[in-house]
């Protein structure tokens, strides 16, 4: 038991710090920058997306251990699959905060969709609980990629 904990937290700690590491790189200044955009509608306050963000990652990382620790004969496509998706994630921060560029962040965003939905329906055939545990960071994504479409159009 104690073993499968850390296990986990190795997954969801791992995961977080590709989160962290994507801020670092993307250089800060993120309120600002995301003050001084035209938004979309339904664009939330800037203060809700490192929260949302931590509790994604948290899920995603717990998601990933699980299908880990399934064994299951396609749990190193799928495994792949997670660290696609997050290099994805991970590239959107620095795309569209560090170099400003609003169509390169709207590729990426598009792409971390489509890598996302993959992951939850790969996760699925797996362990469903798994992909269970990913709705939140698929409806999340969907919201995202509108509002840098939206941002994208309003302000490029």
């Known amino acids: ?29 993120f ?3 995301y003050a001084s955009l035209v938004r979309p509608p339904l664009s939330p306050p800037g203060w809700l997306f490192p929260v ?5 990652y948290a899920l995603m990382g717990l998601s990933a251990h699980l299908v880990h620790r399934s064994g299951s004969d396609g749990t190193r ?6 660290a696609a998706q997050l290099l994805a994630n991970f590239l959107w921060s ?5 170099l400003k560029s609003l169509a390169g962040a709207t590729v990426v965003a598009l792409v971390l969709l489509v890598l996302v939905i993959a992951m939850v329906v790969v996760f699925g055939r797996i362990v469903r609980r798994a992909a269970l545990l990913n709705v939140p960071y ?7 990629a509108y509002l840098t479409v939206g941002v994208l159009v309003l302000n490029g």
């Open 1 to 29: 038991m104690k073993h499968r904990i850390t296990d986990a937290l190795i997954w969801v700690v791992g995961t977080e710090l590709v989160g962290a590491a994507s801020a670092i790189v993307a250089g800060g200044g």
């Open 31 to 33: 309120s600002a920058y």
């Open 52 to 56: 949302a963000w931590a509790i994604l």
């Open 77 to 82: 496509a799928a495994l792949g699959l997670y």
């Open 94 to 98: 620095p795309v569209f905060f560090g």
């Open 138 to 144: 698929l409806l999340w994504t969907m919201y995202a």
